[in-house]
T-cell receptor, first 110, second 116 residues
Framework: TQLLEQSPQFLSIQEGENLTVYCNSS?????LQWYRQEPGEGPVLLVT?????EVKKLKRLTFQFGDARKDSSLHITAAQPGDTGLYLC??????????FGAGTTVTVRA | GAGVSQSPRYKVAKRGQDVALRCDPI?????LFWYQQALGQGPEFLTY????????KSGLPSDRFFAERPEGSVSTLKIQRTQQEDSAVYLC??????????????FGDGTRLSIL
């Protein structure tokens, strides 16, 4: 059972378009992370957000942590085919335990 | 290599057989985690080691699952009397410490287990 709900489950867009992926929970997390996972590989950490209301930018990716620390979003501007992958959010309950969402599969068509 | 290494990459077993999956964490990493990722799902926590001590095994699905890390480095996840529902990708991750600020987990590429 995933405590974090991600939406949409699948997203297919044309190169150059923008996209937003959402991660929601009824639980409060001490921090939340976003990962990208490609087929046959393990998840790779993109960002960690800690403070409610925090916004972090990583090139064309913008991550936001909700004020109540229960939800987060990932926005990609001018998506490229290299952005294709499974995007996972994960929340820390304590110092070590991570709970993952089911992920959003993003496909960017050239 | 510098990353987390898992072997084998693929494992096919018949229902009822025992399997052992190996994880070599990043050298010097104190914490080690095992996750199970079913098709179309995110990883689900199985167990956590700090050095050789298994501090949390709350995610292990049944007593058929057993994990060890006897010398605080390499870890093995063993599944006895495998069943079809055990088919999944098993991911291992390590982190420098369990403490805040140094807890980013580095994942291996996983072992894909298929039970026939």
């Amino acid at each position: 059972t995933q405590l974090l709900e991600q939406s949409p489950q699948f997203l297919s867009i044309q190169e150059g378009e923008n996209l937003t992926v959402y991660c929601n929970s009824s639980s409060v997390f001490s921090s939340l992370q976003w990962y990208r996972q490609e087929p046959g590989e393990g998840p790779v950490l993109l960002v960690t957000v800690v403070t409610g209301g925090e916004v972090k930018k990583l090139k064309r990716l913008t991550f936001q942590f909700g004020d109540a620390r229960k939800d987060s979003s990932l926005h990609i501007t001018a998506a490229q085919p290299g952005d294709t992958g499974l995007y996972l959010c994960a929340g820390h309950h304590n110092d070590y335990k991570l709970s993952f969402g089911a992920g959003t599969t993003v496909t960017v068509r050239a | 290599g510098a990353g987390v290494s898992q072997s084998p990459r693929y494992k096919v077993a018949k229902r009822g057989q025992d399997v052992a999956l190996r994880c070599d964490p990043i050298s010097g990493h104190v914490s080690l985690f095992w996750y199970q990722q079913a098709l179309g799902q995110g990883p689900e926590f199985l167990t956590y080691f700090q050095n050789e001590a298994q501090l949390d095994k709350s995610g292990l699905p049944s007593d058929r699952f057993f994990a060890e890390r006897p010398e605080g480095s390499v870890s093995t996840l063993k599944i006895q009397r495998t069943q079809q529902e055990d088919s999944a990708v098993y991911l291992c991750a390590s982190s420098l410490s369990g403490l805040r600020g140094r807890r980013n987990q580095h994942f291996g590429d996983g072992t894909r287990l298929s039970i026939l």
